[in-house]
């Protein structure tokens, strides 16, 4: 495990990057409209936060709800308009009609991102096999990290496979970090930390009064020393 657990918050705009950072993030995830659990944020937006706070930014390549690439050709465009904005630092995955990864559109969109590190969201917990997706994926430039909860209902139900996969860490399609989002609470924290398990991920839990609210430095602190152990 790392000295320092990896704590990465949600940021919707300004005022929440610069509340996460107060509270100790370590990095965000940059997305918008969560009643479709995350799209891709602006240019605009991407280029205000990126000037407004000093941590590592992530962000979404999501163009619509659901987990289908969708138009691909956009999608690289969009890349393209974020990285010049400073963007250089990814989040995708793409899923066929068969739920298996669609490994054409993620190639095609990792091409045009020239090397920056991304993660593979939850997608990877809606697929018919996330054993064979990972393999699948080995390899690919700059893929350092998976988002998951171990099960499509969260981090709850996905414990036992989060711990197992922490397990074969090392092995082909297991290099990459695990970082633990979906559901995830205080109280899952001990039990992932146990199993090695060292980069968390939270949205609505930094937002005491929801997601029409924003970010709370207070709540992203109380997460900071939970991470860190105390």
């Known amino acids: 495990m790392s000295k320092r657990a990896v ?13 996460a950072q107060e509270g100790g993030a370590d990095r965000l995830e940059l997305v918008t409209d969560m009643a479709a659990d995350g799209l891709t944020p602006s240019p605009a937006t991407v280029a205000g936060i990126r000037e407004a706070v000093d941590l590592s930014l992530r962000v979404m390549l999501r163009l619509a709800d659901g987990f289908a690439a969708g138009d691909v050709d956009r999608l690289v465009g969009v890349a393209g308009e974020l990285r010049g904005a ?17 490994l054409a ?3 095609r969109v990792v091409g045009a991102l020239g090397g920056c590190r991304w993660t593979f969201h939850r997608a990877i917990d809606r697929a018919a096999d996330r054993d064979a997706l990972r ?17 499509p209902a969260g981090v709850d139900e996905g414990l036992p496979v989060l ?9 082909p399609g297991y290099a990459q970090q695990v970082l633990v989002g979906g559901g995830l609470r205080l109280d899952h924290v001990p039990t992932l930390l146990a199993a090695g398990l060292d980069a968390f991920h939270i949205g609505g839990a930094a937002r005491p ?8 430095a207070a ?12």
């Open 219 to 230: 709540a992203v602190a109380e997460w900071r020393r939970a991470v860190d152990g105390g």
């Open 105 to 107: 559109a993620v190639e």
């Open 86 to 102: 400073g963007a250089d630092e990814f989040v995708l995955g793409f899923l066929d009609a068969h739920d298996r990864v669609d």
């Open 163 to 171: 711990c197992a996969e922490a397990g074969r860490h090392g092995e």
């Open 135 to 151: 393999k699948q994926l080995d390899g690919l430039p700059g893929l350092d990290t998976y988002l998951t909860a171990g099960s």
């Open 209 to 216: 009064d929801g997601w029409d609210g924003p970010v709370s």
């Open 7 to 19: 704590l990465e918050v949600i940021a919707l705009g300004v005022e929440d990057a610069v509340a």
